[in-house]
């Protein structure tokens, strides 16, 4: 079964800073989902990568995928303390995988 | 301690037909979320319920779905009178009381509408 990495586990960041999240496939990536999710709330998602090379962006948020390095990174530009929360990559191959979650602390 | 467990796996209705879905939570968790993926999209929010009571049900359509989480059995996600535009995959998942953000997954119900 597919295994999705994410890392780092946890990051703290100062309001105004920039920061970057991956994800990391044990499998081939057909197409990869970020979400986010907020405490006591359902999952949000932000965007769908399919294609190798693809760069989606939300807002201040740009996810990218990496077809041949099975990976993909989702970067925030200028965090907000609205970003705070846990950023979930997915990937489904017939069955939903979600990686371990970032939980992501924005500092005012 | 199995995981949230759902069934069927797969479902196949007809048009007008009636869809019922189930999620069973792990053990002590009181928490339910449900959620669809439609083809080539993410998951969206459907609903949130806790045992006898619904939190959060900003995601449902406003007819035709329904969903309960009673104090005894799984919970149901219900769909009245099928269209083809519901075929989807539903997702439901589950978190302990005291930790809302650790939701954990099933693994879908894939319903197909003929």
């Known amino acids: 079964s597919q295994e999705l990495e994410q890392s780092p586990q946890s990051l703290i960041v100062q309001e105004g800073k920039n920061l970057t999240i991956n994800c990391t496939s044990s499998?081939?990536?057909?197409?990869l989902y970020w979400y986010k999710q907020k405490y006591g709330e359902g999952l949000i998602f932000l965007m769908m990568l399919q294609k190798g090379g693809e760069e989606k962006s939300h807002e201040k948020i740009t996810a990218k995928l990496d077809e041949k390095k099975q990976q993909s990174s989702l970067h925030i530009t200028a965090s907000q303390p609205s970003h705070a929360g846990i950023y979930l990559c997915g990937a489904d191959n017939n069955d939903m995988r979600f990686g371990a979650g970032t939980r992501l602390t924005v500092k005012p | 301690n199995a995981g949230v467990m759902q069934n069927p796996r797969h479902l196949v209705r007809r048009r007008g037909q009636e869809a019922r879905l189930r999620c069973s939570p792990m053990?002590?968790?009181?928490?339910v979320y449900w959620y669809r993926q439609l083809p080539e999209e993410g998951l969206k929010f459907m609903v949130y319920?806790?045992?006898?009571?619904?939190?959060?049900e900003s995601g449902m359509p406003k007819e035709r779905f329904s969903a309960e989480f009673p104090k005894e059995g799984p919970s149901i996600l219900r769909i009245q009178q099928v269209v083809r535009g519901d075929s989807a995959a539903y997702f439901c998942a589950s978190s302990p009381p005291e930790e809302a953000y650790e939701q954990y997954f099933g693994p879908g119900t894939r319903l197909t509408v003929t």
């Open positions: 053990k002590g968790h009181s928490h």
């Open positions: 499998k081939t990536l057909y197409g």
């Open positions: 319920l806790q045992k006898e009571n619904i939190i959060d």
